[in-house]
């Protein structure tokens, strides 16, 4: 592998990570917030596996790396926007060495391959954080998916994607907003989804298993 | 061996007791587990959930007022998140939300200052001022009425109502000799919760009738007076270590206690009905949210505080 972007000197510190978890994150997302979890049981405890997540909120990825014990942190990657996360060198710094987040170019791909470090991640057995809203967008709805996810799932049919919905994070601090209020967030797990064929079908059985998950939380609109 | 101040020799015997009690009931719970694993896991989940409780109560009461306090001043805020997380709320109040989260510390701040004064108004006053106030430079009028009015029950419910538990702590402790400060905090959660737990237990043994059938279908008149007949018989059986309640006016607290914890009670119910969950959280193993455990307490900690603030204060 001689991506760019995940030589293994790019990947997260473990000691940085550790405590800036143990003592940020689990406060903030534990006691300042509160989680309900449900299908807890079916999260997948060791890679390769990617988590399909919906995003409304910098607090998502916090949440989902929290449901993971300290150890195993430094093998769940965050894929982030290279543009976003990377665009100055204090946050690129924290983004790679504590959060431990994959990069990838948003937009025109100048014939790189946008996904190479997600697929590298993959390939050394790591679980990836997946957003395929592609952004935050409204707070507490689900935007179309884009196209990445069916393509990961193409190369890698063996692979299996956990849809995971997330409630609450985009009413605490949803896009835009500095401001943190606090809402208990539920996060719902379900059955896991492997390639079936066409990238057409495989994003839409996605989509269909993500609207069934908010379905099942029952959550009123955010008006 | 001479007591720090806040503690009595009483207060400590009743923790004892409490600890001897679950145990009793732990032993019970693993017995009918043995048995049977799947009927008794709701059972054998909340009894662990109760040596959680007891555990993390009885070590805040211990430190002292001071930490017993800022105690309840968290289990308010987790009351409040859950209500606020629970109940539909407008994009356009989120900062307004805010605002209603900060109350929590100034109002445990006037308990910790003993100012009764601003602790008794500035909730009912104040802040049923200032939200409504707050929510009109958010400039969103659709809904409201119906969001002033939901925001300010749930600070009343889970902030100033709760508060008046914290409150018994900073009445003055030559009022309470035998029992001390903790005493009265003590006599009341203790009573509230064993009411919970007795009305329960009554009603699954002998409960037929149902009081409240469109509410609570599962509570009934038998439950009800089951459960207060020995909520009353262990407040005046406590109260001379515990409180400085007269043996009939401990029986006025049992029944203030017994009563006024079932209206807590089926009034969150009402409220979780009308929303359309069964529980208002998944914090507590076995019993649900946070608010599903304090619920009694609402109503139980502002009647038992008046109650006997009137007679010995």
């Given amino acids: 592998m ?22 940020v994150v689990r406060p903030l997302v534990l006691v300042v917030l509160g989680l309900n979890v449900r299908g807890r049981e079916r999260l997948p405890r060791r890679g390769p596996a990617v988590l399909v997540a919906n ?20 093998r769940v990657r965050p894929v982030a926007a290279a543009d976003y996360f990377l665009r100055t060198r204090w946050l690129a710094w924290f983004a790679r060495r504590v959060m431990g987040i994959v990069p990838v170019a948003r937009g025109a791909a100048r014939g790189a391959d946008p996904l190479a470090g997600a697929e590298a991640a993959l390939a050394r057995g790591e679980i990836l954080i997946l957003y395929p809203e592609g952004t935050r967008g409204e707070p507490e709805r689900l935007a179309r998916f884009k196209g990445g996810v069916a393509r990961l799932a193409e190369r890698h049919p063996q692979v299996p994607f956990h849809p995971v919905y997330i409630h609450g994070a985009g009413k605490a601090l949803p896009k835009g907003e500095a401001l943190l209020v606090p809402f208990f967030c539920d996060v719902l797990v379900g059955e896991p989804l492997r390639w079936n064929g066409s990238r057409r079908a495989f994003r839409e059985a996605l989509e269909a298993r993500m609207r069934a998950l908010a379905a099942e939380g029952g959550f009123p609109p955010w008006e | 061996m001479s007591l720090p101040a806040h503690l009595t020799a009483p207060v400590l015997w009743t923790v004892a007791a409490v600890v001897a009690a679950l145990a009793l009931a732990t032993a019970l719970a693993a017995w009918r587990r043995a048995r049977d694993p799947e009927g008794a896991r709701e059972l054998w989940l909340r009894v662990r959930s109760w ?23 968290f289990v308010s805020y987790l009351a409040l998140k859950e209500y606020l997380s629970l109940i539909p709320t407008r994009r356009a109040d989120r900062r307004v939300l805010f605002w209603a989260y900060l109350a929590i510390p100034v109002q445990y701040w006037w308990v910790a200052d003993a100012w009764y004064g601003m602790f008794v108004i500035f909730i009912p006053v104040y802040m049923f001022l200032l939200l409504p106030a707050r929510m009109v430079l958010a400039g969103e009028t659709r809904g409201f009425l119906r969001a002033a009015g939901t925001l300010h029950w749930g600070l009343m419910s889970t902030v100033f109502a709760l508060s008046h538990a914290a ?4 009445l003055p402790p030559e009022g309470n000799p035998v029992g001390g400060r903790a005493g009265l905090l003590l006599y009341l959660v203790l009573l509230t919760e064993l009411n919970d737990v007795a009305q329960y237990v009554w009603g699954r043994l002998l409960g037929r009738r149902p ?5 609570s279908p599962r509570k009934t008149v038998e439950g009800l007076a089951g459960g207060v007949a020995t909520t009353v018989a262990l407040a005046v059986l406590l109260a001379p270590w515990l409180t400085p309640l007269a043996p ?44 599903d455990r304090v619920d009694s307490l609402t109503y139980s900690a502002p009647l038992f505080f008046h109650y006997v603030v009137y007679l010995h204060y």
């Fill in chain 1, 2 to 23: 001689s991506s760019t972007c995940t030589t293994e000197a790019d990947g997260p510190a473990p000691l940085a990570q550790a405590l800036f978890f143990a003592l």
């Fill in chain 1, 55 to 74: 995003h409304n909120s910098h607090l998502d990825t916090l949440i989902l790396m929290s449901l993971y014990p300290l150890r195993a942190l430094r």
């Fill in chain 2, 51 to 73: 040596w959680v409780m007891v555990a993390v109560f009885a070590v805040a009461v211990l430190l002292g007022p001071r930490a017993s306090i800022v105690f309840l001043a």
């Fill in chain 2, 167 to 170: 409150y018994l702590l900073a």
């Fill in chain 2, 211 to 215: 009081v409240v059938p469109r509410v």
């Fill in chain 2, 248 to 291: 009939l006016e401990a029986l006025g607290a049992g029944l203030l206690i017994g009563l006024g914890g079932f209206a807590g009670d089926v009034t969150l119910s009402a409220v979780k009905r009308d929303i359309g969950v069964k529980d208002s959280g998944t914090l507590i193993p076995g019993h649900g949210g946070v608010l």
